[in-house]
């Protein structure tokens, strides 16, 4: 690993704060001890295989990176949330499969084909939804989207949520397992070392839940077609939101609630953003408000592709953190910064395609978002999951290079 | 406002169930099928793709416009003479390239071409080499497209085209390339005449190709 960039810049700083502490700090754009920083990544399980190849030989990984941040000495985000989603889930059931896919119902509804093998590498093909009318909505909504609080938080999501040990498997990992299997994993030593997030993933949202009922097409039809069933679905979701961030409430305070949206692809948001204002602003604002009237201050939503049309009414709607603003898509977080200022905390924004080729290259992407690190307010991560492109070593040369940048190692 | 004027905006704000009206009537008025089509119609889609392209229309106003346009064709068809340019508009072969089950991007681009009059055979997802060969082979298309999500299942759009190479199928027609990782660069390195960044403007281009194609002919 080439080292000799350490003679340039950065020294070593102190550890004087927990990681909440700094956590907290940063988003408030307030000076901290060192830069908060986590190791996590959304690890492809094509990339761990192929890293098991260059020399990386610890546990797995899983899709969250477990195991990343004790690796490299840095902070963590505990997931405290439960799932958002259909409880009880759909049987998972296969229609038809051949030598190479399988047609199966997942555990949301989705009728959906898929390859037998690298089936997370892949995008599934969405063959049919749950829900095409008010009335499959309504009977989908009663059968499973109600609390039912015995088997949204059950008695291990408790149990761990009390230990402050979740880590990136809440949700629909810990619903699934159903045991004490993701437990394993943790390590962590005090409950209140770590900021905790709820990560309504998923299910958390007016435009991606809807999608994940109906599919792309026609959602984007209903807008037009069906704008009764938009509105109750949209108010449906903000009902639930609160009443499940209510129970979780009743077993742990956090710092961060998390939507998930993914609403634009490369180029642009999927659908008009001043429709998708009309209908869904005031229900994000029902949600924020009450969050706030909760004690939640720091409100952040998950959105791949280029999202530079929508973030002006998340903002006005009380969101304050937006993640992972890739790059490929054209989002660039100093400009987001200097349009934005501090009304907005930026998650990610570090271009992972420059840790293809690492060395020069990816020092240099990692210089570029520094200036908001020295403003605050900006957490410094890849703008998203870590594809099989991406080798062992040069990962591991980011985050040395990283943590060296922010006088962390 | 004329009513092929009429049927023009109508397109362009994705009515679908205002449009056979709208055609039955320029019909009434005397207006040839040829005439909506050419003189209404696409120019529609095509207005809906460059907004598109701009970022001034979304998916939805693509979805909407391109079933709006189907289906005042499909009303058209009965009525056109085989002689008639519309009704020899070529064929255009699809498909995703094996190891790739993504279809949405695809879809959208069956569905402006469907509503700009091209007759479209749909392969679906995960179509092996060999069965574009065959289709090809059946068909005899203008256009072949291939569609890849990923830059994993990318590298099959360049062996499918050598393996049309190898089945003496590629000359005379013309390859058209898209998808999310797909760029201009690589279709340069495939040979691949069409290139469409994304499904408003894949239409046009394929118009716009196979019309230079004609005069070089």
Not at chain 1, 110 to 135: C, G, N, W, Y
Request: net charge negative.
């Amino acid at each position: 690993m080439d080292t000799s960039y350490k003679t340039i810049t950065a020294e070593k700083r102190s550890i004087t704060m927990t990681s909440r502490e700094r956590f907290l700090r940063t988003l408030e754009f307030q000076p901290v001890d060192v830069p908060w920083v986590r190791a996590y990544a959304f690890v492809w399980p094509e990339t761990e295989l192929v890293w098991r190849t260059q020399g990386y030989e610890g546990p797995t990984l899983g899709w969250h990176g477990e195991g990343l941040p004790q690796r490299f000495d840095l902070d963590e985000l505990l997931r405290v949330d439960s799932w958002y989603g259909p409880v009880p889930p759909f049987e998972y059931k296969v229609i038809e499969e051949d030598e190479r896919t399988k047609l199966y119902i997942n555990h949301e509804g989705i009728l959906m084909r898929e390859f037998k093998e690298h089936a997370d590498t892949s995008m599934p093909q969405f063959v049919k939804f749950p829900v095409e009318t008010l009335e499959d909505f309504e009977k989908f909504a009663a059968e499973r989207l109600a609390l039912n609080a015995e088997e949204r938080f059950p008695k291990t999501w408790q149990e761990q949520v009390k230990r402050g040990k979740l880590r990136g498997v809440a949700g629909a990992a810990n619903l699934a397992v159903g045991d004490d299997e993701k437990d394993t994993k943790s390590t962590a030593t005090s409950v209140d070392e770590h900021p905790r997030l709820c990560w309504a993933d998923r299910w958390g949202g007016f435009f991606g839940a809807l999608r994940n009922m109906m599919g792309l097409e026609n959602l984007c039809l209903a807008f037009y077609d069906n704008p009764t069933l938009i509105e109750r679905m949209m108010e449906e979701r903000a009902d639930r939101i609160i009443e499940i961030t209510e129970e979780v409430l009743k077993y742990t305070e956090f710092d961060v609630f998390w939507y998930w949206e993914d609403m634009a692809y490369n180029h642009d948001s999927l659908i008009d953003p001043r429709l998708f204002r009309k209908f869904a602003f005031k229900h994000y604002r029902r949600v924020n408000d009450w969050l706030r009237s909760r004690g939640i201050k720091h409100i952040g939503l998950d959105s791949d592709g280029n999202i530079t049309k929508l973030i002006p009414m998340w903002i006005e709607s009380g969101i304050n953190m937006l993640w992972p603003f890739e790059v490929q898509s054209g989002m660039d977080v100093l400009k987001v910064r200097q349009t934005y200022g501090h009304d907005l905390v930026i998650m990610g924004g570090i271009d992972k395609r420059a840790l293809v080729p690492g060395g020069e290259m990816m020092r240099r992407e990692v210089d570029r978002v520094m200036p908001l690190v020295e403003d605050g307010g900006y957490i410094p991560e890849l703008d998203h999951s870590v594809p099989p492109d991406i080798s062992w070593p040069n990962f591991c040369e980011y985050v040395e290079y990283l943590k060296y940048r922010l006088g962390r190692g | 406002m004329s009513i092929l004027d009429s049927i023009y905006n109508t397109v362009l704000e994705g009515k679908r169930h205002e449009i056979e009206g709208l055609v039955k009537r320029a019909l009434e008025e005397g207006f040839s099928a040829t005439d909506i089509i050419e003189k209404a119609l696409r120019p529609a889609m095509d207005e809906v793709g460059l907004r598109f392209s701009q970022a001034e229309f979304f998916l939805p106003d693509l979805i909407l416009a391109a079933e709006a346009t189907k289906r005042a064709i499909s009303y058209l068809k009965p009525l056109l003479g085989e002689r008639d340019v519309v009704s020899q508009q070529e064929t255009v072969v699809i498909g995703t390239v094996q190891g790739d089950l993504h279809d949405i991007g695809k879809n959208l681009v069956i569905a402006t071409l469907e509503g700009t009059g091209y007759r479209v055979v749909d392969l679906g997802v995960d179509v092996a080499p060999e069965r574009f060969v065959e289709a090809v082979r059946e068909h005899n298309p203008a256009v072949v497209g291939f569609s890849a999500l990923l830059s994993t299942t990318m590298v099959n759009i360049p062996r499918t085209i050598a393996a049309l190479e190898e089945a003496g199928l590629r000359e005379g027609r013309l390859v058209a390339v898209g998808g999310a990782p797909v760029t201009q660069r690589n279709a340069d390195e495939w040979q691949a005449e069409i290139y469409a960044p994304d499904a408003g403007t894949a239409a046009r281009i394929v118009t716009e190709k196979l019309a230079a194609r004609r005069q070089c002919v």
